[in-house]
């Protein structure tokens, strides 16, 4: 039993070491065209939200104007 016990730690001790090896991080440069495309993707993305928010304002506003005070 302590045998198995000692293969069974082993094992885990590896797959410890294994994992860790490949949870190395890699920093790679981001090209600037693509840091450009983010933020105006971003822009846009608060443009369509914004739209989208002002015509569900406009949908409520209209059924509770078509309901009466």
């Keep these: ?3 198995i016990n000692l293969q069974t730690r082993r094992i885990a ?5 294994g994992a ?3 949870a190395t ?3 790679a440069e ?12 971003k ?4 443009t ?3 739209l989208v928010l002002v015509a569900i304002i ?3 506003a209209f059924k509770f104007m078509r309901k009466g005070f």
């Design 43 to 46: 822009a846009d993305a608060l």
């Design 25 to 27: 991080q890699v920093h």
């Design 58 to 60: 406009a949908v409520v």
């Design 20 to 22: 860790l090896a490949l």
């Design 1 to 3: 039993m302590n045998r």
């Design 30 to 41: 981001v090209p600037t065209t693509v840091t450009s495309a983010l933020t105006d993707m």
């Design 13 to 17: 001790q590896a797959a410890g070491v």
């Design 48 to 50: 369509v939200a914004g």
